[in-house]
């Protein structure tokens, strides 16, 4: 498992919203520090530099997941771009 980012709250819409700390391709199944599936990514917003995930919930109590870090499967990397350095 591999961190890419932290929770930051549940819209009304009952989406979460996640700042990410790298591009996640959508469809991808984000993860929670014990290694339960948490949600699935919808779409990224905002900077590119600096984006948010939309996604669709896959657990039943998301309400108290504000604040926790997600992290995706060693399985799903390649849907994640890194970035090199320069």
Do not use: C, Q
Request: no cysteine; proline share 5%.
């Amino acid at each position: 498992m591999e961190e890419v980012g932290k929770v930051v709250h549940l819209a009304k819409s009952g989406r979460l919203i996640v700042k990410v700390d790298r591009w996640i391709k959508p469809g991808t199944i984000l993860f929670d520090s014990k290694g339960r599936k948490l949600a699935k990514v919808t779409e990224l917003i905002g900077p590119v530099k600096s984006p948010y995930a939309t996604a669709i919930p896959l657990a039943e109590r998301v309400e108290r997941t504000a604040g926790n870090k997600v992290m995706i499967s060693a399985k799903t990397r390649k849907g994640v771009k890194i970035e090199r350095k320069k």
